[in-house]
């Protein structure tokens, strides 16, 4: 079973931007569907965004489209969250997964990694 392990997050200020990493194990990593999601506090977690396994077809959630980027590079087991223009609303924890229709039955989640945006 693969196994991810997200970095990158921290403390920005409003208009500040962050890159997120996910680190997969094993080498199916690019077999996968991937997405980005986050779970701010009080509230559910929702899907940021996704991307297909070439990377070549994207899709974001609208509140945080024209700001955020999702890559990857599936040599290097390794997926990627480019957040510019970040908004005090973007606070929240992010989780990198696999993506498919049923994502909100996954019960295999890492740790995440914690974005604050604050003045």
């Known amino acids: 079973q693969v196994q991810f392990v997200e970095s990158g997050g921290g403390l920005v200020q409003p208009g500040g931007s962050l890159r997120l990493s996910c680190a997969a194990s094993g080498n199916i990593f690019s077999t996968y569907l991937m997405g980005w999601y986050r779970q701010a506090p009080g509230k559910q977690r929702e899907l940021a965004a996704s991307?297909?396994?070439?990377?070549?077809?994207?899709t974001y959630a609208n509140s945080v489209k024209g700001r955020f980027t999702m890559s990857r590079k599936n040599a290097e087991n390794t997926l990627y969250l480019q957040m510019n223009n970040l908004k005090p609303e973007d606070t929240a924890v992010y989780y990198c997964n696999r993506f498919s229709g049923n994502w909100r039955r996954y019960d295999d989640w890492g740790q995440g990694t914690q974005v604050t945006v604050s003045s």
């Open positions: 991307i297909s396994i070439n990377g070549g077809s994207l």
